[in-house]
């Protein structure tokens, strides 16, 4: 698997959307662009957006936004807003993925796409933000994307990540936007999102945690899931996480912990960039002790090059007892 920086105006627009929604980290991450565009949102679209993302916790605006488009044929050359109405094309798209959403969550997302993503980004349009993107973000962005290019060519983490999940020697693309941070996410189709101001070694934290989702195809391991799930000390550390860092339901808390456990067992054997341990202990108040005891797992139980990640997933679960 090779990794190959791009860039792209329309996710960069998306992940803007973290601002917008008055997203607290993203705040405090670009305070000087909040007061300059946050002050264009009427007041009525204010409060009809607190209204829609007061479910969503602390979570990213950005990423079922990216999500949706990515799955479009040429998303980097369509309109946003064009692509965003267009709601037919985008759960047939998404249905070839290899993510499924329901249907209450697709009704989520366009009721708040239509209600508050659009409005949004035609306030951004009307202030120019398209020039203000092209003048002050993309010579960053393009300069970033040369340099991280030059430091990937110099990682081998095809075998290490397709010992567990089959990557085909596939290009991943890691799209890089100036307001994605804190997180990146992963998108459809080999595709990923990350910040340009990440250093070098945070960027490899990242591509080798992303590119895992999903680890395995839910559904033939539904039920370990469900037995991992009612595990009391899975459910005492679920409760237990951070707000920043809180994942719900619980199988999306429980597939964090595993690609988590994937992407440090790859990253502890190409860089010296942590503790694996400490990180564990340390991230979302130590409630990623699955990653902790599936990090163990992977150390001690070699995958047979025959077996399946979903059959080896089910050991392990089978592993730790009722």
Same mark, same amino acid.
């Given at each position: 698997m090779r990794i190959k920086t791009a860039i792209s105006y329309n996710f960069d627009l998306l992940c803007f959307m973290n601002i917008l929604a008055a997203n607290q980290s993203s705040i405090d991450e670009h305070k000087e662009l909040f007061e300059r565009f946050y002050p264009l949102v009427s007041s009525k679209?204010? $409060? /009809?957006?607190?209204?829609?993302?007061?479910?969503?916790? #602390? /979570?990213?605006?950005?990423?079922?936004?990216?999500? *949706? =488009?990515s799955s479009l044929p040429n998303f980097n050359e369509r309109n946003v807003i064009e692509m965003l109405k267009s709601r037919s094309e985008i759960k047939e798209a998404m249905g070839k993925t290899t993510y499924a959403f329901t249907r209450i969550q697709y009704w989520w997302f366009f009721k708040i796409i239509n209600k +508050? =993503? =659009?409005p949004l980004l035609e306030i951004l349009e009307n202030a120019d933000f398209k020039?203000?993107?092209?003048?002050? $973000? %993309?010579?960053? %962005?393009?300069? $970033?994307?040369? #340099? *991280? !290019? #030059?430091?990937?060519? &110099? &990682? !081998? %983490? !095809?075998?290490?990540?397709? /010992?567990?999940v089959?990557?085909? !020697? *596939?290009?991943?693309? +890691?799209?890089?936007c100036s307001f994605v941070s804190p997180h990146g996410h992963r998108l459809c189709d080999n595709t990923m999102v990350s910040d340009y101001i990440y250093d070098n070694d945070t960027t490899l934290l990242v591509v080798t945690h992303e590119p895992f989702h999903p680890p395995y195809d839910y559904k033939k391991v539904q039920s370990a899931v469900d037995k991992l799930a009612n595990m009391p000390w899975v459910k005492a550390a679920y409760k237990s996480q951070s707000a920043g860092d809180r994942y719900y339901p619980i199988k999306e808390y429980i597939e964090e912990n595993i690609v988590t456990a994937l992407g440090i067992n790859v990253? +502890? &054997?190409v860089s010296n960039l942590l503790d694996p341990n400490e990180y564990f202990k340390e991230r979302s108040n130590g409630a990623f002790v699955v990653s902790a005891r599936f990090f163990d797992y992977l150390r001690e139980n070699e995958k047979d090059a025959g077996q399946s990640f979903e059959e080896y997933f089910i050991k392990f679960v089978d592993s730790l007892g009722v």
């Open positions: 679209l204010r $409060r /009809r957006m607190n209204f829609y993302t007061k479910f969503w916790g #602390e /979570r990213l605006m950005s990423s079922p936004l990216t999500m *949706l =488009i +508050v =993503i =659009i020039d203000f993107w092209e003048t002050e $973000r %993309l010579p960053l %962005l393009t300069k $970033r994307c040369e #340099e *991280l !290019n #030059e430091f990937m060519e &110099q &990682q !081998n %983490l !095809n075998e290490l990540m397709n /010992r567990f089959t990557f085909d !020697n *596939l290009d991943f693309n +890691v799209y890089l990253l +502890v &054997q």
